[in-house]
């Protein structure tokens, strides 16, 4: 699945437009790269989101195309 669409079905970012723009911005990371918007993301993979007030690191645990907002997040775990 693509980064933005992740961030977006995983509720992290509100749009994927959002997501894209962050994207483009380098202010996603995956595996500690600077990710493009259709980068893919797969179980296991680390993927960092940065903030102006900080950073969000989560590891990616499942992968859906669409949930509901109260299953959102089964799909990844916060790292510390």
């Not at 990371?29 to 179980?43: C, D, M, Q, R």
């Not at 960092?48 to 007030?53: A, D, G, K, Q, R």
């Not at 907002?69 to 790292?79: D, G, N, T, W």
């Amino acid at each position: 699945m693509r980064i933005d669409k992740f961030l977006k079905v995983s509720r992290i970012l509100k749009r994927r437009t959002v997501a894209q723009e962050a994207c483009g911005e380098d202010k996603v990371l995956v595996n500690s790269k600077a990710a493009k918007p259709s980068t893919a993301v797969k179980i296991g993979d680390v993927v960092e989101v940065l903030y102006s007030t900080g950073s969000l690191k989560i590891r990616v645990v499942n992968i859906k195309e669409t949930v509901k907002k109260e299953e959102a997040q089964s799909l990844y775990e916060v790292i510390v």
